[in-house]
C-alpha cells in the first residue's frame, strides 16, 4: 500500500488560501487520491478525490502533477471554521483499502 | 438520513469487562471497517468486512472481534478490557470500489 507523507501543521489566517501538499511516491497506476477532513469529536468526512489533473468542487481543489507522486488540497479563502486536521490518502485502486497516515493540522487564525 | 450511526458515543467501563459497540449504515456500502484513533489522533484501521466476510485483521489482539450479522451492521466485541483500549472507535463503511469511506461519529471508550 502507498505510503504518504504530508506536513504534520500548518497555520494561516482567515481569507487567505492554503495549499496542503501530500507525497505518495510508490503510488500504484489504479491508486486514486483521497483527501478527508477531521474536527475534533467527529469521524473523517471526505472532501476531495482525484486520478490526475486538476479536480475542484464546492469545497476545494486538488492539484495532481503528470507523475502523481504528489498531490496538493487547495482549500480557497479559510475560514475559522476549516480548523481542522486534513488527512491525504492514496488507495482504491484493484479494491486495494485506504489507509490513514498523519495527517495535517490546519489552525486558522482571525 | 443516510448515514453511518455507531452506538454508544461514551462508554467508560472498569478493567476486565466486556463491552459492544454497534454500528449500521444505510448507504447500500458492501464494505464496514472499524478504526482506532488514539490519544496521538492516529487513525489505525482494525478491521475490514466485506459482505459478512472478514477480510482484513490488522494484528489486533484477540479480545476485539467484530460480528457482522448482514451487510448493513458491524458491531465491535471487547473482550477484558484494559486501560490501554482507551480510544476513539469509528465505524465506516464504504462502496465495493472502496474510494470513498463514510464515518460514523465515533465512540470514546474510556477503560479506567
Known amino acids: 500500500l502507498a505510503k504518504t507523507t504530508q506536513p504534520i501543521s500548518m497555520d494561516s489566517y482567515e481569507g487567505q488560501e492554503v495549499n496542503i501538499t501530500c507525497s505518495h511516491n510508490n503510488i500504484a497506476t489504479n491508486d486514486y487520491i483521497t483527501w478527508y477532513q477531521q474536527f475534533p469529536s467527529q469521524g473523517p468526512r471526505f472532501i476531495i478525490q482525484g486520478y490526475k489533473t486538476k479536480v475542484t468542487n464546492e469545497v476545494a481543489s486538488l492539484f495532481i502533477p503528470a507523475d502523481r507522486k504528489s498531490s496538493t488540497l487547495s482549500l480557497p479563502r479559510v475560514s475559522l471554521s476549516d480548523t481542522a486536521v486534513y488527512y491525504c490518502l492514496v488507495g482504491g485502486g484493484n479494491n486495494n483499502d485506504m489507509r490513514f497516515g498523519a495527517g495535517t493540522r490546519l489552525t486558522v487564525k482571525p | 438520513d443516510t448515514a453511518v450511526s455507531q452506538t454508544p458515543k461514551y462508554l467508560v467501563t472498569q478493567m476486565g469487562n466486556d463491552k459492544s459497540i454497534k454500528c449500521e449504515q444505510n448507504?447500500?456500502?458492501?464494505?464496514m471497517y472499524w478504526y482506532k484513533q488514539d490519544s496521538k489522533k492516529f487513525l489505525k484501521i482494525m478491521f475490514s468486512?466485506?459482505?459478512?466476510?472478514?477480510?482484513i485483521n490488522e494484528t489486533v489482539p484477540n479480545r476485539f472481534s467484530p460480528k457482522s450479522p448482514d451487510k448493513a451492521h458491524l458491531n465491535l466485541h471487547i473482550n477484558s478490557l484494559e486501560l490501554g483500549d482507551s480510544a476513539v472507535y469509528f465505524c465506516?463503511?464504504?462502496?465495493?470500489?472502496?474510494?470513498?469511506?463514510?464515518f460514523g461519529s465515533g465512540t470514546r471508550l474510556t477503560v479506567v
Open positions: 465506516a463503511s464504504s462502496p465495493i470500489d472502496k474510494r470513498g469511506y463514510t
Open positions: 448507504l447500500g456500502h458492501d464494505t
Open positions: 468486512y466485506n459482505n459478512k466476510e472478514l477480510i
